[in-house]
């Protein structure tokens, strides 16, 4: 990689942001291919390959996804009645679901997880009884859906897509997968991209001397 490669990559990781407001076009659909090859790059455990991006087209499923997170905020108000600090409480839940519901407004909406047959190293162990089944494998798995996320962040910078990862919906609806008619994957986040109708400022982020540590 040369010095404007590393430029103009630099580039596109300080300039990301995430963006919750999008114009009503459908980017192209190469675009978005490209996106999803990016992320099919990522590495995995012994390159097992999990990540799967489910692209929810139809308006029902957004509809009774929408209407499943309606039914999970309920809930939690109704859990908190009566709670020391039972205002903050709601004030937190319904600040969370108004954050979360721009999703259903943009142009490009997956669902991203996980396959649940799995080849990794620790599953193999699991399988042989040699080793108890612990959070390893699932942090293994978030690791890797991180990964091919920010290859898809990072190639939609490029095209001058925006995008937004969301994990709050899946607090409000546990049973996602059932509620969105989605088998044999284990969901692990929303992502939105589209067009950006918005220029976030600028955010101040944490720097290498913050993070890294000697040992």
């Known amino acids: ?45 012994s390159n097992s390959r999990p990540v799967r991006f489910v692209r929810i087209i139809s308006e029902k499923i957004r ?8 039914k999970g905020r309920k809930r939690f108000l109704e859990a908190v009645e009566g709670l020391e600090g039972q205002k903050k409480l709601k004030n937190r839940i319904n600040a969370y679901f108004r954050f979360s519901q721009f999703m259903f407004d943009a142009p490009i909406l997956f669902a991203v997880g996980t396959v649940l047959s799995r080849s990794g190293f620790s599953e193999r162990l699991f399988d042989a009884g040699i080793l108890k089944r612990h959070d390893r ?29 969301l994990t709050a919906p899946l607090v409000f609806i546990p049973d996602i997968e059932e509620v969105a008619g989605i088998k044999d994957i284990s969901i692990k986040c929303f992502v939105t991209a589209g067009f950006p109708h918005e220029k976030p400022g600028f955010i101040e982020r944490i720097c290498a001397d913050d993070i890294l540590i000697e040992a």
Not at 138 to 164: H, M, P, Q, S, Y
């Open 63 to 70: 509809e009774d996804i929408n209407m499943a997170m309606e």
């Open 1 to 45: 990689m040369n010095k404007n490669e590393i430029s103009l990559l630099t580039g596109l990781i300080n300039r990301r942001r995430s963006i919750r407001k999008y114009t009503p076009e459908i980017p192209p659909a190469g675009w978005i291919k490209s996106m999803i090859h990016c992320a099919a790059r990522a590495p995995s455990p």
């Open 137 to 165: 494998e699932d942090t293994d798995l978030d690791i890797t859906v991180g990964l091919a996320l920010k290859g898809f962040l990072l190639r939609g910078e490029e095209l001058g897509l925006g995008a937004c990862i």
